[in-house]
């Protein structure tokens, strides 16, 4: 019944509800063109040896090993960590210099924090001018730590020249979320598991959307 109804106000039959676009539906219009790189354990290693800065570096390490996307990596305080229980609170997203809630209700979760990680993200805070519990992880010096980094100039400016120079093609942000994917598979974890660390709302985004994995 839903769709009738949306058909109907398309049709300007109904008074229309909402905005007009979200009733057009394009063939298609949502199938990549490309499938997305999935990195290998030895190509990650090589993509870390070709991003020289500490904290970008810290930030590529951080943003697999959570499987976090663009907006949620740059929203992170210091104060999102609970060093003792070694987990990390996801609340909040950064898109743009503008401060929001994550993308849904399900994106709002807490994620694991192997040892490891913890020693990396120490390491980095230990390093930092910006270590307040209310500072974000990843402050621009350039505007005294008022706003995170701009995660998409880091993209453009690091993340992918080391791709591109490590021989594994264009490399951003995303190919960490679909590699965090594929390496939950390899451990054979769950699907229901591995929906609840991606943090989705539907398991079929799990399978479909992220559902490639390595050979």
Request: net charge positive; proline share 4%.
């Amino acid at each position: 019944m839903r769709q009738v109804f949306e058909y109907a106000m398309l049709c300007e039959m109904l008074e229309t509800q909402r905005n007009p676009m979200d009733l057009v539906r394009i063939t298609g219009g949502t199938l990549r063109e490309e499938d997305p790189i999935v990195l290998t354990p030895e190509q990650f290693r090589r993509l870390q040896c070709n991003i020289i800065t500490e904290l970008h570096r810290t930030m590529v390490i951080v943003a697999i090993c959570l499987g976090l996307r663009r907006s949620e990596l740059a929203g992170l305080k210091w104060s999102d960590f609970d060093w003792l229980n070694q987990e990390v609170l996801v609340q909040r997203s950064v898109i743009a210099n503008r401060v929001d809630a994550v993308k849904t209700k399900r994106s709002k979760a807490r994620l694991p924090l192997d040892a490891a990680l913890i020693e990396v993200l120490q390491n980095w805070r230990s390093l930092s001018d910006f270590k307040a519990d209310d500072d974000w992880v990843w402050a621009s010096p350039w505007v005294a730590g008022a706003m995170p980094l701009y995660t998409n100039a880091i993209q453009r400016d690091y993340l992918i020249p080391a791709g591109q120079r490590a021989g594994l093609g264009k490399s951003g942000w995303h190919t960490l979320r679909h590699t965090y994917r594929s390496w939950l598979d390899q451990t054979k974890a769950p699907m229901t598991v591995q929906k609840d660390l991606m943090r989705h709302a539907d398991i079929k985004t799990t399978m479909n959307v992220y559902g490639k994995a390595m050979g």
